[in-house]
């Protein structure tokens, strides 16, 4: 369903996308591909927590982590669309480690209804959550 709504979102210029299922807020991410340095563009949902948004590497609850996390390992600046308006930004991929892990994890899993914890519970791999920190902005 996201592959769908992640072209619908691009090819209306964020016209139509922005919103999902639920009322969920949706971003669409710009990546730059680790090995072949081309542009990615991932659909996904994301979490405010205050000046930054928060994007959940769950990968539908595959055991690997999606493709797009280690391009922002790779190369944290990135992209980011919501609606009409881009940004660009500053990636932090934080784990359980991290000090606002817990409390950044309680805020998307609540989002989300409790989804990721679920797919959390189903792998052994720990989610990341990826913080994204908008320097600018463009229409």
């Known amino acids: 369903m996201l592959s769908v709504h992640q072209v619908i979102y ?3 210029g964020g016209a139509v996308g922005h919103r999902l299922l639920f009322g969920l807020p949706s971003l ?15 659909g996904l949902i994301y979490v405010q927590d205050g000046d930054d948004l928060l994007v959940v590497a769950s ?13 922002i390992r790779a190369c944290p600046e990135c992209e980011f669309q919501i609606g009409r308006t881009v940004h660009t930004a500053v990636a932090t991929v934080i784990g359980p480690a991290d000090r606002s892990y817990a409390r950044r994890w309680e805020l998307v899993n609540a989002r989300l209804f409790g989804l990721y914890e679920k797919r959390q519970r ?16 463009r229409r």
């Open 59 to 71: 990968n539908n609850g595959d055991p690997a982590a999606p493709g797009w996390l280690a391009n």
């Open 10 to 12: 691009e090819r209306s």
């Open 28 to 42: 669409l991410l710009r990546t730059t591909g680790r090995k072949t340095g081309l542009r990615r563009t991932h």
């Open 122 to 137: 189903a792998m052994t791999r720990r989610i990341a959550i990826v913080v994204l920190s908008s320097a600018t902005e």
